[in-house]
């Protein structure tokens, strides 16, 4: 599994992959059915989740009914049990959505809920997020997670998030990060995918955040809640809903003194 799992995500482009994944998905749940682990997402119990990832793969990861990750899962947690997501009136803008946060989002009738991104098949707008299609203070909800590492000009697109998204409004920008990384690594001369795997973890990634992450937020105008919102959870709950209790989810908001 491990190595079907590596060959698909290194050599199969992603467009097609999402598409193929919404087909296989009933019988990956059937065959994966079980009660070791649940998906807080949807409900469902597996006896295993899959391995995950480009290099050195993580087991148990990859939820087989939402195609969600451990990032996924702990963002999940927090909306539901930490905000009014759910039940309040919300104009959300979703960069590059997670497959099935946009199915859910999308059915919501509290949200007016906009997905974007520049290649992504499955999307409402196409949008560059260096230069996005949208007025300013637009949105009172942003989500827009491992998009940046993608992003030479990262500090530009900080700004075009926070120009669209109202005063007293929040969001969500998870990246992949190395904690004990103070300053963000990046060179943007490494051009060749394998190189970009080495270096960045990921065939088209361009830096490995470190912890300077935050300070990059503050400078394009937001305050930022560093919140390791798995560790709230005991360890048997961590284990049973497949969560990484050293990953950060950052919180973002944009303050009216701000303005």
Same mark, same amino acid.
């Given at each position: 599994?491990?190595?079907?799992?590596?060959?698909?995500?290194?050599?199969?482009?992603?467009?097609? =992959?999402?598409?193929?994944?919404?087909?296989?998905?009933?019988?990956?749940?059937?065959?994966?059915?079980?009660?070791?682990?649940?998906?807080?997402?949807?409900?469902?119990?597996?006896?295993?989740?899959?391995?995950?990832?480009?290099?050195?793969?993580?087991?148990?990861?990859?939820?087989?009914?939402? =195609?969600?990750?451990?990032?996924?899962?702990?963002?999940?947690?927090?909306?539901? @049990?930490?905000?009014?997501?759910?039940?309040?009136?919300?104009?959300?803008?979703?960069?590059?959505?997670?497959?099935? +946060?946009?199915?859910?989002?999308?059915?919501?009738?509290?949200?007016?809920?906009?997905?974007?991104?520049?290649?992504?098949?499955?999307?409402?707008?196409?949008?560059?997020?260096?230069? =996005?299609?949208?007025?300013?203070?637009?949105?009172?909800?942003?989500?827009? @997670?491992?998009?940046?590492?993608?992003?030479?000009?990262?500090?530009?697109?900080?700004?075009?998030?926070?120009?669209?998204?109202?005063?007293?409004?929040?969001?969500? +920008?998870?990246?992949?990060?190395?904690?004990?990384?103070?300053?963000?690594?990046?060179?943007?001369?490494?051009?060749?995918?394998?190189?970009?795997?080495?270096?960045?973890?990921?065939?088209?990634?361009?830096?490995?955040?470190?912890?300077?992450?935050?300070?990059? =937020?503050?400078?394009?105008?937001?305050?930022?809640?560093? @919140? +390791?919102?798995?560790?709230?959870?005991?360890?048997?709950?961590?284990?049973?809903?497949?969560? @990484?209790?050293?990953?950060?989810?950052?919180?973002?908001?944009?303050?009216?003194?701000?303005?």
């Amino acid at each position: 599994m491990k190595k079907i799992t590596k060959f698909l995500l290194n050599k199969i482009p992603r467009p097609f =992959l999402i598409k193929a994944s919404i087909l296989a998905r009933p019988l990956i749940v059937l065959f994966f059915k079980g009660d070791k682990f649940t998906d807080p997402i949807d409900g469902k119990s597996y006896r295993k989740f899959l391995p995950y990832g480009y290099g050195k793969q993580r087991e148990n990861a990859l939820s087989p009914g939402t =195609l969600s990750l451990e990032r996924h899962r702990q963002m999940w947690l927090y909306l539901q @049990n930490e905000t009014d997501f759910f039940t309040k009136n919300y104009k959300v803008l979703h960069i590059a959505p997670e497959q099935e +946060f946009l199915r859910k989002f999308k059915k919501m009738k509290n949200l007016n809920y906009v997905s974007a991104d520049l290649y992504s098949p499955i999307v409402d707008v196409k949008a560059d997020i260096l230069d =996005l299609p949208f007025e300013n203070e637009s949105f009172d909800i942003v989500f827009c @997670n491992h998009v940046l590492e993608h992003i030479e000009d990262d500090q530009k697109a900080m700004s075009e998030l926070y120009r669209v998204m109202k005063k007293e409004g929040w969001g969500i +920008f998870q990246v992949p990060m190395k904690n004990d990384l103070e300053k963000t690594y990046e060179d943007f001369s490494i051009k060749n995918p394998q190189e970009r795997q080495k270096h960045f973890g990921q065939y088209d990634h361009v830096r490995w955040y470190g912890m300077d992450y935050f300070k990059r =937020l503050e400078n394009a105008g937001f305050e930022v809640d560093i @919140n +390791f919102y798995s560790q709230k959870y005991p360890k048997d709950m961590i284990e049973k809903y497949g969560l @990484n209790k050293n990953e950060i989810l950052p919180i973002v908001f944009k303050r009216s003194v701000n303005g």
